[in-house]
């Protein structure tokens, strides 16, 4: 699962929907901040994420996506 957070996201919000998605079976969640430009990885219902990745880091799919790497300087630098 994705979520792009933004400032009307409460950290309670977030808290239960990483309840729900990991309750439902999704195996890796991407917190994408646009603001701070980081993506906080989990991989499972912790408040802490696994990682926390800025623009100068690779985001990778780890073992629920094998093979899908994209720098995520270049996830904030896509245009719609």
């Not at 994705?2 to 409460?10: F, Q």
């Not at 309670?12 to 890796?28: I, V, W």
């Not at 901040?33 to 993506?39: L, Q, R, S, V």
Request: aromatic share 8%; glycine share 6%; net charge negative.
């Amino acid at each position: 699962a994705i979520e792009v957070i933004s400032e009307g996201n409460t950290k309670a919000e977030m808290r239960r929907k990483l309840t729900e998605y990991f309750d439902s079976g999704t195996k890796l969640v991407w917190m994408v901040y646009p603001k701070a430009k980081t993506i906080a990885i989990f991989e499972r219902a912790d408040e802490t994420p696994a990682r926390t990745l800025t623009e100068s880091d690779q985001l990778d799919g780890g073992r629920v996506l094998p093979g899908f790497s994209i720098p995520v300087s270049e996830v904030f630098n896509l245009q719609a």
